[in-house]
């Protein structure tokens, strides 16, 4: 059977649009296969007021994460590619440092036993280098501790503690923490 040239178009449009939305398809779930996908975390102070916490979580794939992949005692992004982003809708004390309602971005300096929270008023950046130091708001000691088993995906949390949280900062083998309250 002979087709006219307007058959045959549309024969080639009826499987073009088709082959055309899979590859698009594809194209974007490749996209959403981050290696250190988004992650949140987040706790409620009571009485309406909340803290939030969004970072990016890097897997150990068998590396060896402090002292190597993180070194001691220099400045890190505190997860993977945008910068920590911290927000809390209410003033509260992180440690003994006094932090009003805002959006901040977190970055840390790890140590074997003691690591410092850095809480940066500079927002939207990418992780690294850190070049803010005039725009700190506040640093933080950490209590350190060791988990009972590594923990594979880098993890930030909150545990309701009293009338706070603590913030929790996992990964390998290793806990940061540091106590939040309401002011």
């Known amino acids: 059977m002979l087709l006219t040239p307007k058959e045959n178009l549309m024969r080639k449009v009826f499987f073009l649009v088709p082959a055309v939305l899979l590859a698009f398809t594809i194209a974007a779930a490749a996209q959403g296969s981050r290696p250190s996908p988004a992650a949140s975390a987040s706790c409620d102070l009571g009485g309406g007021k909340t803290i939030k916490t969004d970072y990016s979580s890097p897997r150990m794939k068998g590396r060896k994460i402090y ?3 993180v070194p001691y005692g220099k400045v ?3 997860g993977a590619n945008e910068a920590t982003a911290f927000v809390t809708s209410a003033d509260v004390k992180v440690g003994d440092k006094d932090v009003p309602a805002g959006s901040y971005t977190l970055f840390t300096i790890p140590n074997a036993d003691k690591w410092t929270l850095i809480i940066n008023k500079k927002t939207g950046e990418w992780g690294i280098p850190y070049k803010y130091e005039g725009d700190e708001l506040a ?3 950490m209590k350190v501790s060791k988990l009972p088993s590594a923990v594979e995906n880098f993890t930030i949390s909150y545990e309701k503690s009293g009338s706070g949280c603590t913030l929790n900062i ?6 940061a923490s540091v106590d939040i309250s309401a002011k």
């Open 67 to 69: 002292g190597d992949l």
């Open 76 to 78: 890190w992004r505190t």
């Open 139 to 141: 640093r933080v000691d």
């Open 170 to 175: 996992d990964w390998d083998n290793t806990r």
